[in-house]
T-cell receptor, first 111, second 115 residues
């Protein structure tokens, strides 16, 4: 069974701290996506990772992909309240050519 | 540039009533189209996808159906709503090509409450 596991599922942290969200997957894949969802809103694309070793950064967020370990990370540096949201990873499966979604990580950043 | 629209934005319907949600995409041709449902505080559940006009694939058996009458129009329907149909319905599109694993772009969503 194809699985995408995110952890943690819930994270409450202080402003100014660093933290990492993990996305593990069980299928072979060389592309992975990160999305952000604000409460009550739709999903917004954050990062597209298309190869092993890919690293993308925007502001305080940095995403990376290790296809050998079947792992992607979303690192938050010096968190600010505006980054509070739910973050989803989605893995493109080589076996059935579909996106497999993680359950999402709800991130709350306290002042 | 491409845009995706969904309507209505919010809907409150009684149990047993019919449903029709509409999604349209502008600025692209022959997109792959998707319907997702998200229960409160939960992840995404893929309901249907379509790679072309009249081509619908169902991922989850239920009382919902989908249709694609035009290239950039995707409709989600039900003849009789259940309480369990409540949720946030999201339409998405991706560029055509091999498979369905291209980046997906989401519409603003429809929040459905069934009473």
């Amino acid at each position: 069974e194809l699985k995408v596991e995110q952890n943690p599922l819930f994270l409450s942290m202080q402003e100014g701290k660093n933290y990492t969200i993990y996305c593990n997957y069980s299928t072979t894949s060389d592309r992975l996506y990160w999305y952000r969802q604000d409460p009550g809103k739709s999903l917004e694309s954050l990062f597209v990772l298309l190869s092993n070793g890919a690293v993308k950064q925007e502001g305080r967020l940095m995403a990376s992909l290790d296809t050998k370990a079947r792992l992607s990370t979303l690192h938050i540096t010096a968190a600010v309240h505006d980054l509070s949201a739910t973050y989803f990873c989605a893995v493109a499966s080589d076996s059935n050519y579909q996106l497999i979604w993680g359950a999402g990580t709800k991130l709350i950043i306290k002042p | 540039s491409q845009t995706i629209h969904q309507w209505p934005a919010t809907l409150v319907q009684p149990v047993g009533s019919p449903l029709s949600l509409e999604c349209t995409v502008e600025g692209t041709s022959n997109p792959n189209l998707y319907w997702y449902r998200q229960a409160a505080g939960r992840g995404l559940q893929l309901l249907f996808y379509s790679v072309g006009i009249g081509q619908i694939s169902s991922e989850v058996p239920q009382n919902l159906s989908a249709s694609r009458p035009q290239d950039r129009q995707f409709i989600l329907s039900s003849k009789k709503l259940l309480l369990s149909d409540s949720g946030f319905y999201l339409c998405a599109w991706s560029r055509p090509g091999a498979g369905l694993y291209n980046e997906q772009f989401f519409g603003p969503g429809t929040r459905l409450t069934v009473l």
